[in-house]
C-alpha cells in the first residue's frame, strides 16, 4: 500500500561525485581483497593436527572459497 510519494530532489553530479568515486573504490577494494583471499587459501598448506580443529578450518576455509 502506497502510503505517500516522495518527490526526487535534484542533485547536481559534482556535489556527488567524490562520495560516488570514493564508493566505488571501496568495493573494487574489496573485491580485489576477497581475490586475494581467495588465492592465498588455495595455494596455502595448512596442516591443522587438533580434531576440533581441524573440522572448524575446513568449513570455514569453504565458506571463504564459496563463491
Do not use: C, G, H, Y
Not at 5 to 22: G, N
Not at 29 to 38: C, D, F, G, S, W
Request: aromatic share 2%; glycine share 0%; proline share 4%.
Amino acid at each position: 500500500m502506497l502510503e505517500r510519494k516522495i518527490d526526487a530532489q535534484p542533485v547536481a553530479f559534482d556535489d556527488v561525485k567524490e562520495e560516488l568515486t570514493a564508493q566505488a573504490r571501496l568495493r573494487q577494494e574489496r573485491l580485489q581483497m576477497q581475490q586475494l583471499a581467495r588465492r592465498l587459501l588455495n595455494e596455502a598448506k595448512v596442516v591443522v593436527l587438533d580434531p576440533a580443529l581441524s573440522e572448524s578450518w575446513r568449513q570455514q576455509r569453504e565458506l571463504l572459497l564459496a563463491p
